[in-house]
């Protein structure tokens, strides 16, 4: 399963009651870790690998200004500082893979946004693809293989899909502007066309673009891929709606509810989807596998390869819970939590008086 788009944004509020059986509470309760690092005023973590590397951002504000953020990678009580390039000052990561190489952006004496990859905290400045722009790294596959997007002078400027293996970064091709947001380890690609008419998703594969579609509307935005290439986002349909999408081999299945807008966040490789819901009355989230749909309450954040559901609950104050096939474990009051590895270590923040610290759960 690919990182997500978006994951260091928030969690989505996915409102849902739980899988067609209710599930059992179980006895033993998530226990909660603050690892924000000491200095900063607030801190959110954003993924974590199969090794219990946790990527975080760290943010402090002077004179009610926020100051430019600072990455880094927790591991067994360590914070290890993503640097910026000589003469930055800021660093944002995006994702870790499972060897814990780091990717996203940092700054320069000379740029803003360089796209960078880290390791054991050195940057290593990627190149644009005319070594005048700026740009980010979105996603590192187990490979070492990176995507992303460079804003660029191309044509006047347009913002350029990426690949980046072995040294050598490569345009992803077509017109217009282009973002490429996740690669899977056979080095598919999933990302979006910005169109007049709006986002178009496409897959990338061995040097052949290819439009993913819609649901019979304008636009259609990838979220996640699996390692069997199957796609899951959200779509347009004719009538303006937004509903939830599987991809695979060249066609796209609507996995929405007839009424309402929905929207598909993450898959795995047995194909089991999770994503939510909205009508004008309700939130509410899902998982989605074989055709077959069951709701779960809360506000769900992420999904392993063992079928496990991290999220944090409906009510006030939120608590972050594991739903483990028919299992219910809960724990402590959590902001969000939006990353989940397949040793059921979860990853997210919780607010404190002066805002955000970055926590795990296990």
Known sequence: MMRRMGRLACALLITIPLLAAPAQASARRLTALDIHPAGWMSSAASDVNGRGEVIITATNRVDSEIQPPLGFVWRAGRHTALRPLPGGTGTLPRDINEHGLVVGFCQSVAYPSRPCLWWQGRPRDLGTLDERGTGAALAVNDRGEIVGENQTFIRGGETRAFLWRRGVLTDLGGTGDRSASGINNHGQVIGVHYTDAGRRGFRWQRGVLTDLGTLGGAESVPADINEHGQIVGMSTTADGSQHAFLWQDGRMTDLGPPSGDSGAVAINDRAQVIGWTSSPTAIRSFRWQGGVRAEIDGYVGDLNEQGWI?????????????????????????????????????????????????????
Do not use: M, Y
Not at 321 to 338: D, E, N, Q, Y
């Open 310 to 362: 991290a999220g944090t609950s409906a009510g006030e104050p939120r608590r972050v819970f594991l739903l483990r096939k028919s299992r219910l474990v809960t724990g402590g009051p959590a902001a969000a939590v939006i990353a989940l590895n397949d040793r059921g270590l979860l990853a997210g923040w919780t607010d404190v008086p002066d805002g955000q610290h970055a926590s795990i759960w296990r």
